[in-house]
Each structure stands twice: as C-alpha cells, then as structure tokens.
C-alpha cells in the first residue's frame, strides 16, 4: 500500500513540484539572508581621529569551544606547582544602573545594590587570557556558595552569604573547593579537572557583576552594575599581587576603560571592584535562526500535504480503510523529511561560513547540537506534514484544513514570538519548534530564555513529542471517521 501512495505522489505533477519547491524555499531563503546580513561596530581611528564601522569581533571563546562571558577583575599572583589560596569574603556591596525615565536616555546615576548573581573569591586561572581554563570558589549575592570552572560548570555550596572564608587548592589538574563559616571548620565545596593545566598558574582575588537585567519595548536589556568586595586573612601572605581588568572594553577613543574596575589595599585587606561575568554565553544568534526564512517551505509543504489527502475526496466519499492513510502518512512524512533536512544541511554549514567575516557570529555549539538542528529541522517538516495530512482527512475540505494546520502550527509561535503566549510553546503543536534549538539554559547565568532569544520552554525532544502526539491524536481520529464513514456505506 505505500508503494501505491507512493506512485499516487509522485504521478502528480502538481504536489511534486510544492515539495521541491518547499525545499528551495528553505535553501534560497537561507542561503540569501547569509549574504545579505551584515553587522558593524564602531572603532576609535586615532590616525584618522574618527569612528569608523568595521564587521563586528568574534566573541570569546572558552576552553570547549563555547562562546562565553570573561570580564571581572582579578588580584593574582603565579603558583607554580601545588599549592592553595585561602581568603575570607568580609563584604559585598554594589551599585546598579536604574532604567531611564520614559522618553530620556542615560538614565539616572547608578543606585546601591547588588544583582544576584553578583560574585566574589579566590581562583586559579591558567593566565590572564580571556576564555582560558580556571576554577574558582565564591560568594554570590543571593544564589550562596559556588565552585564553577570553565565557565559551563557549576556545583551549589550552602546557602550561606558573607562573611565566609573561601579555599582553593590544586593538586596536579585537581582543583578542590572549600567553605568555612569560622576558618576553622572547613566543608568540600566540590571538584574540578582542569586537564592540561600548566605548571604555573596564576591565583587570586576576583569580583564580578553581571548586568542587571530589564525588558523594553526594544526586548531584553542589560543595564550597567558592579560588584566591591572586602576581603582579608588572605594566604599565601608573601609575593606581589598584581591587578589585571580582565576583559575591560575601553570607550570609542580607543584609550578610556569603560566601566572599569578597582583595587586597593590597606594592610592585610584587599578591596576589589569588578563588573562583568565569568559564565557561558547566552547572547548571539542561535545558529538554527539561519533556517528561519525556511517557514514559508513550511507552509508549501502544509498545502502539499493537505491536498495529498484532499484529493481523494473530489468524487464524493472513499470507501477504505485506514490502512491507506497510515500509508499515505508514511510517504508524505519521508518527503517532507527531506525537503526539510537537505536544505537545511546545505544551509547551516554555508551560513557559518558566510557570516562570520560580515561580523555576524553564530553561538557555537557541539558536534550532537549542530546534527540536531539539521535533522530537525527534517523532523519538523515530518511532523508538520503529518499533522496536515490527518487534518485534511478530518476536515476534507482543502481550504479549510489548511487554514486550521497553518493557524495551530504558526498562530502560537507568533504570540510567542510577539511577548504574549510563549506558554503555548508547551502546549501546542508549536512546541515541535523546539526540535530546532541549539542553545542551552544554564542555572547559573540569569538570563531572558524566551522564544525570542532562542530559548523554548520544553527541551528539543519534549517539545518535539508534543507535536508527535498531536499529529497521531489526529490520525487517529481521522482513522476513526474513515471506519465509520465505511460501516455507514
């Protein structure tokens, strides 16, 4: 029987010619939106003693690869071999910029206090290169005791805030994180591996303060903060400590630090001041967004699916059973598929290619992310197809079926898109959308993870079952009118 469905397809001129043409669609709207987009930043000319606009940086990357966030401010001195770093975190205070009044820019003078995950303590870094390897143990504002390393990892100590004394000590690649609340009872925080650590690495004091976060009408924004903390019974106690702003962007002249942070010392107490973060990533452009144009081969392969079914109806009501519509499903889900899956497999890896010298660099993901995007972007057309193919059967009017898949496939992704319904996302047939998405939430970094930033509310897999169950719900009860369709004839 699907060798019959089979031949039934691809005798039509008409619905071949839309499953190509759904393909071409993803291909050239893809391929076009990567030479096209450009995007600049404005550098300080100190010959020409102007701004000028050039493709903008690359970020940094970190130790897997990973696009991440590397801005604090670091007191260190160089450990060569084993050894530890021990301080007590006294205080932590801040300050954060508030929103500017409606219709003003700048916004008023920056107001007392501290963002959550607002963070000071000791680390061991391989050098002072951004996106290099480390391991650090620290006081949050709100979020208690941490050891984080490589920026991706993060294990949660007790809840306690300051002051607390803080100790980390390396062991060949080993680096061991503790806590004390007296400086003498001293509870494991956790462990880290940093393979391949140098023998001498650099040890100290650090601050940072992610931007505190605010939505606009323009979408998410991240307004200016920082972090001061007080620490003393510092060890070791010798050597000379040196102050690094790790990260520090500077102004469009091209000499002033924007935002820098501090350091002062009084004696055995360090006052450190820093802005930033240590932490992946969350901004850039998803790489599954270079599919977006891809909607409308979408939308084709809706019709093409719709009228596959719709056809058989033209002469009045059939006389089989279900078996046929299984079958039917099987083949539209195989093309839909591919007209899916090979465009997007030419697409992703060009546009990689072809954004990042027009200063447009996609966040970077694995091996396993990457493959995810391509093929499901085939599941989704699959799926999708599927899905429409019941509601033809169910509604057996063209038009109609493929105005209802279009509106419960696309009406929820754009409320969600638009700020008001991303609770649709999980509930929906939009939720297949997921299937697509790269980036990952991360616990320890406070973000926006909203649709419109790339994030869904279920996991790939989750919200692609969702749309899974949708479609077979649908053919089921299409399955259903069939059989009784036939014992009424």
Not at 13 to 34: E, M, P, Q, Y
Not at 308 to 321: K, N, W
Request: with cysteine; charged share 15%.
């Amino acid at each position: 029987m699907i060798r019959a469905e089979w031949t039934r397809f691809r005798t039509s001129r008409g619905r071949v010619i839309g499953a190509v043409a759904a393909a071409l669609i993803v291909l050239a709207s893809g391929l076009t939106l990567a030479a096209t987009v450009r995007a600049t930043c404005g550098k300080f000319d100190i010959a020409k003693r102007e701004v000028i606009e050039e493709p903008c940086p690359q970020p940094v990357l970190g130790p897997g690869g990973q696009a991440v966030e590397d801005r604090f401010f670091f007191v260190h001195q160089p450990l060569r071999g084993d050894g530890s770093i021990t301080a007590r975190v006294n205080s932590m205070t801040g300050r954060i910029k508030e929103p500017p009044p409606p219709g003003t820019g700048g916004g008023p003078v920056p107001v007392p206090g501290v963002v959550p995950w607002a963070k000071a303590g000791v680390m061991v870094k391989d050098g002072v290169k951004q996106g290099s390897q480390y391991a650090a143990v620290m006081v949050t504002a709100r979020h208690g005791v941490r050891m984080q390393h490589n920026f991706t990892e993060d294990t949660a100590g007790s809840a306690g805030g300051h002051p607390r004394w803080l100790r980390l000590t390396r062991a060949g690649d080993t680096l061991t994180g503790f806590e004390s609340a007296d400086g003498r009872q001293w509870t494991e925080v956790g462990k880290a591996r940093l393979d391949g650590l140098p023998e001498t690495v650099e040890i100290g004091l650090f601050v940072a303060s992610p931007g505190a976060l605010t939505m606009s009408g323009g979408g998410p924004e991240s307004r200016f903060s920082e972090a001061t903390a007080v620490f003393d019974q510092v060890s070791p106690r010798g050597g000379a400590w040196k102050p690094d702003d790790i990260g520090v962007t500077m102004e469009l002249d091209g000499v002033t630090p924007h935002h820098p942070g501090a350091f002062t010392r009084a004696g055995d107490t360090f006052t450190v001041t820093g802005v930033g973060d240590i932490a992946p990533s969350v901004d850039g452009q998803p790489i599954e967004r270079t599919l977006l144009g891809g909607l409308a081969g979408l939308i084709v392969m809706i019709v093409v699916a719709v009228t596959f079914v719709t056809a058989d109806y033209r002469h009045g009501p059939i006389r089989r059973h279900g078996a046929d519509l299984a079958a039917k499903s099987v083949v539209i889900g195989t093309v839909a598929f591919l007209a899916g899956v090979i465009p997007a497999a030419v697409v992703v890896p060009a546009s990689l290619a072809m954004l990042p010298p027009k200063g447009i660099h996609p966040v970077p993901v694995g091996l396993p992310a990457y493959l995810q995007v391509i093929v499901g972007t085939g599941l989704l057309f699959a799926a999708v197809a599927v899905l429409s193919l019941a509601l033809g059967a169910l509604i057996k009017r063209a038009v109609v079926a493929i105005v209802a898949a279009v509106t419960v496939v696309f009406l929820p992704y754009v409320l969600a898109f638009a700020g008001v319904g991303e609770w649709l996302l999980a509930f929906t047939p939009a939720a297949g959308f997921a299937v697509q998405q790269s980036v990952r939430e991360y616990a320890h970094v406070q973000a926006f993870y909203l649709p419109i930033t790339g994030y869904f509310p279920l996991s790939p897999w989750a919200g692609f079952g969702v749309l899974c169950a949708y479609a077979a719900l649908a053919l089921w009860a299409a399955t259903l009118t069939r059989r009784g369709a036939l014992h009424r004839a």
